[in-house]
Nanobody, 125 residues
Framework: QVQLVESGGGLVQPGGSLRLSCAASGGTFSRLAMGWFRQAPGKEREFVAGISRSGSSSYYAESVKGRFTISRDNAKNTVYLQMNSLKPEDTAVYYC??????????????????WGQGTQVTVSS
């Protein structure tokens, strides 16, 4: 059983930055493809970014491309999401997720096996 714990959310002004972390335990982290998703009030959960087991490949939703960067440190069992140039529309609860079955990440949330509890990100002046 893999446990995921997100941290780093908070309130930030438009144009600001935040770095989210997701610490994993209970499994072999290097065998997990990882993804970040978000869910705004009244909206469905959506894919934000994903990274392969090794960290050699990653991809992003169009809405965050060029502003967000996903990375991982397999020695620390942690995946990160660096968010720059934040916009009010980035406001959401952000979740990390782990996929046991793929080397590379998928944007399909139904393919993920484990989820964290989420961390709130609010972008507002």
């Amino acid at each position: 059983q893999v446990q995921l714990v997100e941290s780093g959310g908070g309130l930030v002004q438009p144009g600001g930055s935040l770095r989210l972390s997701c610490a994993a335990s209970g499994g072999t982290f290097s065998r997990l493809a990882m993804g970040w998703f978000r869910q705004a009030p009244g909206k469905e959960r959506e894919f934000v970014a994903g990274i392969s087991r090794s960290g050699s490949s990653s991809y992003y939703a169009e809405s965050v491309k060029g502003r967000f960067t996903i990375s991982r440190d397999n020695a620390k069992n942690t995946v990160y999401l660096q968010m720059n140039s934040l916009k009010p529309e980035d406001t959401a609860v952000y979740y990390c997720a782990a996929d046991l079955n793929r080397r590379t990440a998928t944007s399909d949330l139904n393919e993920y096996d484990y989820w964290g509890q989420g961390t709130q990100v609010t972008v507002s002046s």
